[in-house]
């Protein structure tokens, strides 16, 4: 399988590619800061790097023609100005489309979940004020999937703490998991979202991700 990595040089994107690769996958990591990885694709014959820019066209169709999935972990700022998770997304779907590509990850955050009879965590009243602005970009990409006839799934993840996976995580669909203690480490989420991408248990479905305590 072979699998195109957008936002891989961010926090969780590095620990995707370094999932992805020892699990066999072929991988092309995009983006713009790629020169971190121009060692080990002249060491790892299964990683190609691609340097590029997510609101381009034809760089992105470039980067995705010959998969047979993506993972996108596009990141950008908290004050919702950066738009690069939501328009970014909605380039990527449409280039799939373009390239016949159905199946993608992508990140999220937890407040697209739902919350019971109140909508989504993210509009209850106690939900953080912070992190309504950087919400609705998550929203916005969201909206872009569920609209797409692509089989996708969006991980809807708490604060990312920077470390390795130790496989002690707990998943639920649309809802926040059980146990939860509001944080996921880098390495469990691409654990997560590498293992998925063949396991298929949350096709057209948010899903929330904890750490265990």
Not at 183 to 204: C, D, P, W, Y
Request: glycine share 10%; net charge neutral.
């Amino acid at each position: 399988m072979k699998i195109t990595i957008f936002g891989a040089t961010g926090l969780v994107g590095k620990q995707v590619v370094r999932r992805a690769l020892a699990e066999g996958y072929s991988v092309l990591a995009f983006g713009r800061n790629i020169e971190q990885f121009l060692d080990l694709s002249s060491r790892n014959k299964n990683l190609e790097v691609l340097k590029g820019y997510v609101f381009d066209e034809s760089e992105v169709l470039t980067a995705i023609k010959g998969s047979d999935a993506v993972i996108s972990t596009l990141g950008g700022s908290f004050d919702g100005k950066d738009k690069t998770r939501s328009l970014g997304i909605k380039n990527i779907v449409v280039q799939m489309k373009k390239a016949g590509i159905k199946r993608i990850i992508a990140l999220g955050g937890m407040g697209l979940l739902n919350d019971g009879e109140n909508g989504l965590l993210m509009d209850s009243p106690d939900y953080p004020e912070m992190y309504k602005p950087v919400g609705k970009e998550h929203l916005q990409a969201y909206q872009y999937l569920a609209a797409s006839d692509l089989d996708w799934t969006f991980v809807c993840a708490p604060d990312i703490i920077d470390d390795d996976a130790n496989q002690k995580y707990s998943t639920k669909a649309d809802y926040l998991p059980e146990p939860n203690c509001f944080r996921i480490s880098s390495g469990n989420l691409a654990l997560f979202m590498v293992t998925e991408l063949t396991q298929n248990l949350f096709v057209k479905k948010k899903v929330g991700i904890s750490n265990r305590l």
